[in-house]
C-alpha cells in the first residue's frame, strides 16, 4: 500500500516515511506503567500520543499489532540499576504485597486508559509472567560472550558493541548523567555502561519476587522485559517502538544493545517517543509526591477528554506546560465542540466529494509528523465550512476514529439496537463484506460511511490480524 505517514524517528533524528516490515502492517511495541503508583496524566500524555499513532496507523490503512508490557518486577528507583525496586517501594508504602499492589494499579492503570478513550493495546503482558523468557535470552547472551557474571549479578557487558550510544541525539557525557543519579557504583561492573540482566546476590535482598535461575534464585531487570516480551509477540523485527523521552538512556539504549546482540541483525527501525508534560516546577513525576491524576481531575469537575483535546492540541515533539488555566479554556472549547456537533442534524444526504476532500485533509495533516493541533483545526474547518449536515456529522464520526473525543456522543445516543441476534449477525456481515470491497476500491469514503452506519447502531467494527472483528458498543 502507499505510504503516506510520515513521523519523526529518533534513531536516525529526522521524519521519516514510515515503511513497515511487511506491507500494509505496522508491529508496535510501547512501554508499559511500571505499576507502583497511579500514572500521573504527565505518563498518560505519552499513552495518548501513542494511541494517536496507533489509531492513525489504522486510519491510513495498517493493521495494527500492538504490545505492552506491564512493569512489575526489576524497575529500580534509578534507571540506573541502583535504589530499590519501585514496587517493593510501593508495597511497603501500603502495607501490601507487590502482588496486590500490581493488580491494584494495573487496573488502576486501564480505568485511566478508558476514561481518556485510550485504546486497550492488543496483547498485555505483564513481566512476571514472561521468567522463562527472560531466563533464556540471559543464557543465550552469556553464550554468545554479550554478557557476564560478576558478584552473583549477570551483566550486559557494553563494551563488546562498536556503537552502544546508538540514539546520536544525545552526546555520551549528557546520557552518563542519568547513571549517576545515585551515588553508590555498582564494582562488579566492568565498564560505567554496563547493566543488570539478571540479580542474585545484591543489596536488593528484601526482594519479595524471586525466581529459580541458572544463576541462583534472583529476579530479572527491567530492560530485559520489553526485549523479551516484544519478541514473544511481535517476533525478530518490529517496526515502532514507543515510549516517552525519557525512555531513549538508558532503558531503549540498553533494549537495542541486548536485542540486537541476541538476534543478530537489525531489531526495530522506528522509535517514537513522546516529551513530556511538565508542571511549572519541571517534570512531572511520581516519586516527587503530589501528583496530578485522571481521578484528581475528575474530582474537580474536569471531563478526561478535555485533558486529551489539551494534549491533542500541541505537538507530541514539543515539552508540554500543564496549568489549570489552559485547561480550562480547553475544557470551554471541548464543551462548545460537543454541543455544536450535537446539534448537527444527520438527516439527508452525505456529499461523498466534500467527506473526501475534509477526509484527505484530516489525513495530511497525521500524516506530517502527527500533526494533531492541525487535524482539530479541520475538524473546526469542516464545521464551519458549506455543507450539509449530514456530511459534516459523517466527517465528525470519521475524524473521531482518530481524535477519539467522544465528538458525536448525543447523536449515537439516539439511535436504536437491532433486536435480532442472527438477523443483526447477518446483517453486519453482509455490511463487513461491502466495507471490504470498497477498501479494495480505494473507496474509502464508502467504506467509512459503511463503519460509521454500524457505529450508529451500535455495532464498532476492528480491523485484526485475523479479519475484521464486530461488537456491541454502549
Ligand atoms: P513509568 O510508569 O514510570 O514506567 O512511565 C510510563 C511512561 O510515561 C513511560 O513511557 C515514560 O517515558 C512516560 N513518562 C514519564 N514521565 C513523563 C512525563 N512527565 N510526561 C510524559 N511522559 C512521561
Ligand atoms: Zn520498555
Redesign the pocket.
Known amino acids: 500500500m502507499e505510504n503516506k505517514l510520515s513521523f519523526y524517528n529518533t534513531l536516525t533524528s529526522r521524519v521519516e516515511k514510515f515503511i513497515p516490515n511487511e506491507d500494509g502492517r505496522a508491529a508496535m511495541y ?6 507502583y503508583h497511579y ?2 496524566i ?2 498518560l ?3 495518548i500520543m501513542e494511541d494517536l499513532l496507533e489509531k492513525t496507523l489504522r486510519y491510513v490503512g495498517y493493521d495494527v499489532k500492538r504490545v505492552m508490557n506491564v ?1 512489575d518486577v526489576g ?1 529500580l528507583s534509578s534507571d540506573a540499576d541502583t535504589g530499590e525496586d519501585k514496587m517493593l517501594k510501593g508495597a511497603k508504602r501500603e502495607q501490601k504485597t507487590v502482588m496486590e499492589i500490581a493488580k491494584f494499579y494495573t487496573d488502576a492503570f486501564f480505568d485511566d486508559c478508558k476514561k481518556l478513550n485510550i485504546k486497550m493495546p492488543d496483547v498485555v503482558e505483564p513481566a512476571t509472567n514472561c521468567i522463562p523468557e527472560f531466563i533464556h535470552m540471559i543464557e543465550a547472551l552469556l553464550e554468545k560472550g554479550y554478557a557476564y557474571e560478576s558478584g552473583g549479578n549477570i551483566y550486559f557487558d557494553t563494551s563488546r558493541l562498536a556503537d552502544y550510544y546508538v540514539f546520536s541525539s544525545q552526546s555520551e557525557k549528557e546520557l552518563l548523567v542519568g547513571v549517576r543519579d545515585d551515588v553508590s557504583e555498582d564494582a562488579n561492573k566492568k565498564n560505567k555502561s554496563d547493566f543488570v540482566l539478571w540479580f542474585t546476590k545484591s543489596k536488593f535482598d528484601a526482594q519479595e519476587l524471586k525466581w529459580e535461575s541458572p544463576w541462583g534464585v534472583g529476579y530479572p531487570g527491567w530492560h530485559i522485559e520489553c526485549s523479551c516480551i516484544s519478541m514473544k509477540h511481535l517476533g525478530e523485527y518490529m517496526d515502532i517502538h ?6 531513549i538512556f538508558p532503558h531503549h539504549t540498553n533494549e537495542i544493545a541486548q536485542s540486537e546482540a541476541y538476534l543478530g541483525h537489525k531489531w526495530c527501525n522506528y522509535w517514537f517517543h ?5 508542571d511549572r516546577s519541571g ?4 516519586s516527587k509526591g503530589d501528583f496530578l491524576t485522571v481521578s484528581l481531575l475528575e474530582s474537580k469537575n474536569y471531563n478526561p477528554l478535555a485533558y486529551r483535546l489539551f494534549c491533542l492540541q500541541s505537538h507530541y515533539r514539543k515539552p508540554l506546560e500543564f496549568s489549570y488555566d489552559v485547561l480550562d479554556n480547553m475544557s470551554a472549547a471541548y464543551e462548545k465542540l460537543v454541543k455544536k456537533i450535537g446539534m448537527l442534524d444527520g438527516t439527508g444526504e452525505v456529499d461523498s466529494g466534500k467527506f473526501a476532500e475534509y477526509r484527505s485533509k484530516f489525513e495530511e495533516a497525521l500524516c506530517d509528523d502527527l500533526n494533531s493541533a492541525m487535524a482539530v483545526t479541520v475538524l473546526y474547518d469542516m464545521l464551519k465550512a458549506d455543507m450539509s449536515d449530514a456530511t459534516k456529522l459523517a466527517l465528525a464520526k470519521s475524524f473521531d476514529e482518530v481524535l477519539s473525543l467522544d465528538l458525536t456522543g448525543a447523536h449515537a445516543a439516539k439511535e436504536t439496537e437491532p433486536a435480532i441476534d442472527a438477523e443483526l449477525e447477518a446483517y453486519v456481515l453482509e455490511k463487513i463484506a461491502e466495507r471490504k470491497a470498497a477498501k479494495k476500491e480505494k473507496d474509502f469514503a464508502k467504506a467509512d460511511a459503511i463503519r460509521n452506519e454500524l457505529l450508529e447502531k451500535g455495532i464498532a467494527l476492528e480491523d485484526t490480524r485475523e479479519g475484521v472483528k464486530w461488537k456491541r458498543v454502549k
Open positions: 510501547t512501554c508499559g506503567p511500571t505499576v500514572a500521573h504527565g505518563n500524555r505519552t499513552y512493569t524497575h514507543c515510549g516517552g523521552v525519557d525512555n513522546v516529551h513530556h508534560l511538565n517534570k512531572m513525576s511520581k
